[in-house]
């Protein structure tokens, strides 16, 4: 039982919760961009929130179905149409045999997810099956093992989480939470006015390693070079230029760039989720305030 | 959180992270002190630690939040006791700790003109034979700083400033595995084929990062090397990538 791709898309891969405990080495974590719209579609499905989903950008790889399966997508609206009929999200669907799966046009968010019922069979790379950089090509198979299991009625999903989670991720007028980063103090003071009271957009150089933003170009009180330490997913760069880059999933383990700020990981699947047009601030928060969001959202997730 | 204890720094990065700093300097001995923490904490096995990340003067503690939280059952206010507590202890118990790095990898390098590509430019620039230059770059003793850029890739220290060299302006698109360059006062080796800007010196025939999971990478931070030079002909005898 497998999946496979008719058509490659330009970005799109294997993500689970990403693969920790190597970075000493360089290695870089990966996982999903949007992690919570990879939770929602397993908690749909009933399966573990950290299961393996497939990551769509747009315009997304189209997938043929080789056995019956049952999927359930979330995340950005692709508009997906199961041989040409229009698909639900946030619904488990049942596909079939020689089903096609295409994602027609990018409505609304950056990132789709296609969660499975069952379980992927390719192998594990140092305990994750997230893809590292590589991406889906035409003809690449994915294996997946449905067992099928039925439905258990007393654990589904309250449908309130679904609205919640959907409403969290595209309410985009809300800002962006950060924390100061070891380079902040380093800031002149228009530079952090500018920051955080002036609108950003994400600009066009926006991948899975990184995504560039437009805006306001910001300056050091001295030009300042830092010895490289250790980056996260979410942190906020400031490149040469004045210009800034958030570090996302892809993200390698070291940066020698001034390190300003980093996103709240909480927010991280909505900044993931922002298209190039919304304009968007940031404002900044607690690490206490932060860390609370994170263990409550977590916790809707956990039965 | 931000606090000083001894000659550390200790602040969070984000809402996950934790960094245990040291003055900022590219210096052996510091260097020497963010191992021993990296060991030291990686040895107490701290639940809901996702990663221990060593470059230079610091170490990073990647943690998951709920996990690592409920483990250490302390909000993050407290994160400063943690980090404060965690310092002491691993200074009192340091005396054991030293001097962990006797040994140095000798590591081959072929200065052959068909693999450095920048070495001919590099001897005019500084009016050195290419023998000199291969000469000094292979009697420094190097310290990994720092692991990064791509799986493997090491930041060594330091090269003697007589054969210092920025990095290209402008990167190449190509830059072979294997490939030994030099950055300003860093060296390093390309773990795998990628961009990349940094003057290219040579090539090792060693395989340095290996995906297989008992192998990774060959280097880790803390490691001293030394380069020795082969022949083309000692290159294809000892070739991994074959």
Known sequence: MSIRIIKKGIADSLQDHGRYGYQHLG?????????????????????????????????????????????????????????????????PIQVNEMDTLSMLQPIEGRTCYIAFKGNFENPLWLNSHSYHGNRFEKDDVILITDESPLFNSSAQINPMLIDKVHDFLFNHQDPIRILPG?????????????????????????????????????????????????????????????????????????????????IILVDLPRFAQLKTAHLFKFSLTKPATAQNLYQEMYAQFKH | MRTSINKWTIYSLGDHAIVFALAPAIDPHILQQITALHQYIEDKKIKGVLDLIPSYNSLTLVFDICTFLENINQTNEDLTHFGEALIISFEKGKKEVQQLTNEIIKVPVCYDPIFALDLFALSREKHLSKEAIIEIHCASIYQVYSIGFLPGFTYMGTVDPQIQMPRHPKPRNIVPAGSVGIAGPQTGIYPAESPGGWQIMGRTPWVVFDARPTRLSKFKVGNRIQFYPITKQEFDNMNEYN
């Open chain 1, 182 to 262: 070891p380079a902040w103090q380093d800031l002149t003071a228009d530079a952090i006015q500018k920051l955080l009271n002036t609108p950003f957009t994400i600009s066009a150089q926006a991948n899975r390693m990184g995504f560039q933003l437009s805006g306001a170009t910001l300056s050091l009180t001295t030009p300042n070079n830092y010895l490289s330490s250790a980056v996260t997913r979410g942190t906020i760069q400031l490149l040469p230029n004045g210009e800034m880059i958030v570090l996302m999933a892809d993200h390698q383990t070291i940066g020698g760039y001034a390190n300003l700020a980093q």
């Open chain 1, 27 to 91: 290695i870089q974590p990966n996982g999903c961009m949007d992690y919570l719209s990879a939770w929602l579609g397993n908690a749909i499905l009933q399966n573990e929130i950290y299961h393996p989903v497939i990551e769509l950008h747009f315009p997304s790889a189209q997938i043929q179905f080789t056995s019956k399966h049952t999927i359930c997508i979330t995340g950005a609206n692709f508009v997906p149409v199961l041989n040409e009929k229009s698909i639900a999200l946030h619904t």
